[in-house]
C-alpha cells in the first residue's frame, strides 16, 4: 500500500520558518519525482516545488523562489519542504505528490495534506 505522510505543519509568525516532511512507504521512492502541492481556502491546488528522482534537479513556482527549497534522502524515502521568509499568503494545506512510472503506465499519489498558517 501505497503511503505519502506529511507532517511539520502548524502557525508561524510572518517572516517565520516551517520545514514540512514526507515519509513514503509502498513504491520505489528513488524512482519518483516528488513534488509539493498547496491548496488555499477557495482556490485551486497549486504546484509549489519538485524535485526529480535523483534529486539532481528541482523547480519552483515564481511566489515561493528564493524562499522555499526542496530536498529528498532517497535513503529514508522522504521528502522535505523547508520554507523561510513566510508570508501570510503561504497560507495553505500542502499536501506531498508522488509521480513515476511503472511499465510505462504512470502513477500518481497524495498524501492527506498538513496545514500551514502564517498570521501577519
Known amino acids: 500500500e501505497v503511503q505519502l505522510v506529511e507532517s511539520g505543519g502548524g502557525l508561524v509568525q510572518a517572516g517565520g520558518s516551517l520545514t514540512l516532511s514526507c515519509a513514503a512507504s509502498?513504491?520505489?521512492?528513488?524512482?519518483?519525482?516528488m513534488s509539493w502541492y498547496r491548496q488555499a481556502p477557495g482556490k485551486g491546488r497549486e504546484l509549489v516545488a519538485v524535485?526529480?528522482?535523483?534529486?539532481?534537479?528541482?523547480n519552483y513556482a515564481d511566489s515561493v523562489k528564493g524562499r522555499f527549497t526542496i530536498s529528498r534522502d532517497n535513503a529514508k524515502n522522504m521528502v522535505a519542504l523547508k520554507m523561510n521568509s513566510l508570508k501570510p499568503e503561504d497560507t495553505a494545506a500542502y499536501y506531498c505528490?508522488?509521480?513515476?512510472?511503472?511499465?510505462?503506465?504512470?502513477?500518481?499519489?497524495w498524501g492527506q495534506g498538513t496545514q500551514v498558517t502564517v498570521s501577519s
Open positions: 505528490n508522488a509521480h513515476y512510472y511503472y511499465y510505462a503506465r504512470p502513477y500518481e499519489y
Open positions: 524535485i526529480t528522482d535523483a534529486g539532481v534537479s528541482t
Open positions: 509502498g513504491f520505489t521512492f528513488s524512482s519518483a519525482t
